[in-house]
T-cell receptor
Framework: DAGVTQSPTHLIKTRGQHVTLRCSPI?????VSWYQQVLGQGPQFIFQ???????GRGNFPDRFSARQFPNYSSELNVNALLLGDSALYLC???????????FGSGTQLSVL | DQQVKQNSPSLSVQEGRISILNCDYT??????FLWYKKYPAEGPTFLIS?????DKNEDGRFTVFLNKSAKHLSLHIVPSQPGDSAVYFC??????????????????FGKGTHLIIQP
């Protein structure tokens, strides 16, 4: 079975641009979460979606948004990119009512 | 302010010996704790978890101990193997098993400890 897949794997943008990151969960998983991992830090929670509804949101500005589609895949959008948005963006899926997150390999975003 | 702290950025252990990774937390609302392992260029992989109603959980070579009064947990790996070399993250949640993947506040991670197993 395929794990969590994320695209693209690497991305280079300039300040002020917009970016869309994509995630496909493990088959049967209806919950998707997004995390940001800055170099030298642990992953930081951005969003959680279940059944296309936002169920949780971390301490990130409104420039960050996400959505979940009927097939449970998800997109993370970041507007007006800042240099500080450079990070590894991790998507994770899970079964509802289950604590284990299964992570993808991430999208490495560099903002120049 | 860091609610989950892993104070050792790195740890070197000889193959076959015990590896002990430590984690402290400050939020008394946390009631579920997890350890994740991460290799370069891969996402974190779930290792083991423990609920606040227990003080120990074992899975093969991995054992997690929880000391609620000290707000401290540790991961023991016995015996340590070369493939255990990775970054280990401690994570906590304030929603024990009732919600998926950490609930509305997600999982709170520490900064990680880089474990190096020496041959």
């Amino acid at each position: 079975d395929a794990g969590v897949t994320q695209s693209p794997t690497h991305l280079i943008k300039t300040r002020g641009q917009h970016v869309t990151l994509r995630c496909s969960p493990i088959s049967g998983h209806k919950s998707v979460s997004w995390y940001q991992q800055v170099l030298g830090q642990g992953p930081q929670f951005i969003f959680q979606y279940y059944e296309k509804e936002e169920r949780g949101r971390g301490n990130f500005p409104d420039r960050f948004s996400a959505r979940q589609f009927p097939n449970y895949s998800s997109e993370l959008n970041v507007n007006a990119l800042l240099l500080g948005d450079s990070a590894l963006y991790l998507c994770a899926s899970s079964l509802w009512q289950n604590e284990k997150l299964f992570f993808g390999s991430g999208t490495q975003l560099s903002v120049l | 302010d860091q609610q989950v702290k892993q104070n050792s950025p790195s740890l070197s252990v000889q193959e076959g010996r015990i590896s002990i990774l430590n984690c402290d937390y400050t939020n008394s609302m946390f009631d579920y704790f997890l350890w994740y392992k991460k290799y370069p260029a891969e996402g974190p992989t779930f290792l083991i978890s423990i609920s606040s109603i227990k003080d120990k959980n074992e899975d093969g070579r991995f054992t997690v101990f929880l000391n609620k009064s000290a707000k401290h947990l540790s991961l023991h790996i016995v015996p340590s193997q070369p493939g255990d070399s990775a970054v280990y993250f401690c994570a906590a949640s304030a929603s024990e098993g009732r919600f998926s993947g950490g609930g509305a506040d997600g999982l709170t991670f520490g900064k990680g400890t880089h474990l190096i197993i020496q041959p």
